[in-house]
């Protein structure tokens, strides 16, 4: 099926979908929140303790696809963005505080989203597969949203950004709140399908038709290379 009617809501069942425009000295690469905590569980089932086997297979999805699909996914455009010479921005999700009193309350309720992450330890750090290369804009945030506490707006915007190309995870939590913040900012937002992951295909397929035609256009990493050109 094509982007254009993948993902369709019952908002936009009949609507004219118009072609991407991507101005490419205007378009610039954000990577969410790719971090080191998200890759510390065992690979192999014989190596996971028997209490934990329930939650090691809950994530098995998730951790699948993010091998085989995510990773590979925006590694490559990160090298194709890099090789125009365009800007690759980066979020992640750190506490500036060891005991991580300046988190937002989206970070701190009881559940997944109460992760620890104090800025300098190594679960907090960006995965080498995707680090940042030298130079590049790496924003820190205590929030679901990149804009939010950031300043990534006003980087985006001096740097002459208009169409941001969104990868990362969790597709229904920091990259959806990011993805609408970006529109709401009147940023063009593109969010790459096969750069994102929940913990499920369900929440990520949910998610995406939800966001899609109002607050970015969903793709893939092929459509929008090919759409720039590259």
């Not at 303790?49 to 696809?65: G, N, T």
């Not at 006003?154 to 969104?166: P, Q």
Request: hydrophobic share 40%; proline share 5%; charged share 25%.
């Amino acid at each position: 099926m094509d982007w254009k009617n993948a993902y369709r809501s019952l908002y936009y069942a009949d609507a004219e979908i118009p072609d991407l425009d991507l101005d490419p000295a205007r378009t610039a690469l954000l990577v969410i929140d790719i971090q080191n905590t998200y890759f510390d569980r065992p690979m192999r089932r014989e190596d996971v303790p028997e209490a934990d086997l329930a939650e090691w297979e809950r994530w098995q999805p998730f951790d699948r696809r993010m091998k085989e699909v995510v990773l590979p996914t925006v590694k490559r455009l990160q090298e194709r963005f890099r090789a125009q010479g365009r800007d690759v921005f980066h979020a992640r999700i750190a506490c500036l505080t060891e005991d991580g009193r300046d988190r937002s309350l989206s970070q701190r309720r009881p559940g997944f989203n109460n992760i620890m992450l104090p800025k300098d330890e190594f679960a907090s750090q960006i995965a080498p597969e995707v680090a940042p290369s030298p130079g590049e804009v790496v924003v820190t945030k205590t929030t679901d949203s990149a804009l939010t506490g950031t300043n990534l707006r006003l980087a985006l915007h001096n740097m002459g950004i208009y169409h941001v190309v969104v990868a990362g995870i969790f597709t229904d939590q920091c990259v959806a709140s990011t993805v609408r913040s970006l529109a709401d900012e009147s940023f063009d937002v593109v969010l790459i399908e096969d750069g994102c992951a929940a913990i499920s295909q369900e929440l990520h397929e949910h998610e995406l038709t939800i966001i899609n035609n109002i607050y970015c256009q969903v793709v893939s990493a092929d459509d929008v290379l090919g759409i720039l050109g590259w």
